[in-house]
């Protein structure tokens, strides 16, 4: 694979932006990444739905008092919210110039995780996922300070319920094992004297505030640090803590590029991130710009949206369906505002088992072959794709050049698809598409295809 091919697909979801990070270089690339402004725009999917405390728990209460019939009807509009809400960020993935921001929010959303069936009010789920959206490339210790203030990370991690006379350590222990530290690096004392600088902040009308009847108003010792400290006050305890910077370090490097990061990696990247007082740009052009230069090709599996966009980009489907695509990640495990708890998406092997490995194969095939489908098992999904191929609706094209020998054909596809090729894979490929291959014969595009249709699903093409 091509490095401009393969640092499209790891600072975005396809190969879309290979030519300008060949034209412009990966720094002016990145640079232009981190300079591109993100949309604030209240989406249509929002315009009726609650948004202040009042109504949002009238819902939850009409809900709870609801007869089974209202309860299934309840369910079902939901569930179209839910969609709708997946959909429009799979459209800002797919359609934004520089995608990275997107890839970035989708790495906090997995970080900071709050999802919408606990919460039940998509409003806040929202205005979540919009500050991490607008923070995508700025500081982590800001970032963290106005996470901990998000009506969907309190309600979450039951923060309002952690009040003076009866402490909910949740939110405390989450933000020290799962959004900063990692675990071994704080004490059971640390929590709980956490659980008291968090007690009495509760979900407001636009943000967490925190009710003086349930606060804890006194002095306790957190990571060192004594004081009657607050949310803010506990963060800025956290970030002086010598292992606050590798935690994340390992996450972003885990995100983007290998599966398993060194610990010689993660240690200089952190000692940076350290330097650069916790600011997210200067890491991350660090961290691209030095391991580009590197032969890094295949180090990690393609997560479910980095496939089924690339997938469908490879066969030039150029306005691709967002809510098929919504569908197919969750069928994947990868749900967006809906993580299975809140250590989130494991990624890496998790992302491939028999199952998943097996539809993704199947995609493959529908879109290669669509039209002379052979009937075999499927899924609801499946079957919706098929029929889309099949009524011309999904238009499937797949470039090759039709005036080069078969090597030159077999090149181009690797490049494009494949972080390696080894001799026995290549001896593979050239068995099928023979050296005495001519574009003018009779059939031979149905040769390509086929050959394009084994490359899509090899093991080497699930690794990036």
Not at 161 to 189: A, H, P, Q, V
Not at 291 to 310: C, H, M, R, V
Not at 366 to 376: A, E
């Amino acid at each position: 694979m091509k490095k401009e091919t393969l640092w499209s697909l790891r600072l975005g979801y396809t190969s879309k932006q290979e030519a300008a990070i060949g034209k412009m270089g990966i720094k002016s690339f990145l640079e232009h990444s981190f300079e591109s402004l993100p949309d604030n725009s209240t989406p249509v999917f929002l315009e009726d739905l609650p948004k202040t405390i009042a109504k949002i728990t009238a819902l939850k209460h009409k809900r709870r008092n609801a007869t089974p019939e209202e309860k299934k009807e309840f369910n079902i509009q939901q569930g179209a919210i839910s969609l709708s809400m997946q959909t429009w960020w799979v459209d800002k993935m797919i359609n934004d110039e520089f995608p990275l921001r997107e890839k970035m929010t989708c790495f906090w959303h997995n970080h900071f995780v709050a999802t919408s069936q606990s919460i039940k009010a998509f409003y806040w789920v929202y205005q979540h996922n919009q500050i991490i959206r607008n923070h995508a490339f700025g500081n982590f210790k800001t970032l963290t300070k106005e996470i901990l203030k998000t009506n969907a990370i309190i309600e979450y991690l039951n923060n309002s319920f952690n009040r003076k006379d009866k402490l909910n350590e949740n939110l405390s222990r989450e933000l020290l094992e799962l959004f900063t530290l990692g675990e071994g690096n704080y004490t059971e004392k640390d929590v709980k004297n956490g659980a008291k600088g968090l007690a009495g902040l509760a979900v407001s009308e636009e943000h967490a505030e925190y009710n003086p009847k349930w606060e804890v108003n006194e002095v306790f010792e957190y990571l060192g640090v004594n004081g009657n400290l607050k949310a803010d006050a506990l963060v800025d305890a956290i970030f002086n803590h010598p292992k606050i910077p590798y935690f994340l370090t390992r996450k972003i490097l885990r995100w983007f590029i290998y599966d398993h990061p060194s610990e010689k990696l993660v240690t200089y990247y952190g000692d940076f991130f350290k330097s650069v007082d916790f600011e997210l740009k200067p890491l991350l052009l660090k961290i691209f710009t030095e391991e580009f230069q590197k032969e890094t090709a295949g180090s990690k599996i393609k997560d479910p949206l980095t496939y089924i966009l690339q997938l469908f980009h490879n066969v030039n489907i150029e306005k691709p369906d967002s809510k098929i695509i919504a569908t197919f990640i969750n069928q994947q495990g990868m749900n967006l505002y809906n993580q299975v708890n809140v250590k989130g998406w494991e990624g890496g092997s998790a992302w491939l088992n028999t199952q998943t490995y097996l539809q993704r194969n199947n995609v493959a095939d529908i879109l290669c072959t669509g039209k002379n489908f052979r009937k075999r098992k499927m899924n609801l999904l499946e079957s919706e794709i098929l029929d889309s191929v099949k009524n011309d609706i999904v238009k499937v094209k797949i470039n090759w050049d039709k005036n080069v020998s078969n090597k030159e054909i077999i090149t181009a596809f690797s490049n494009k698809l494949l972080f390696a090729v080894d001799k026995e894979l290549q001896k593979d490929m050239e068995e099928m598409l023979k050296y005495d291959f001519k574009s003018s014969i009779e059939g031979s595009e149905n040769a390509v295809i086929r050959l394009y249709n084994t490359l899509l699903k090899l093991p080497e093409y699930q690794l990036i």
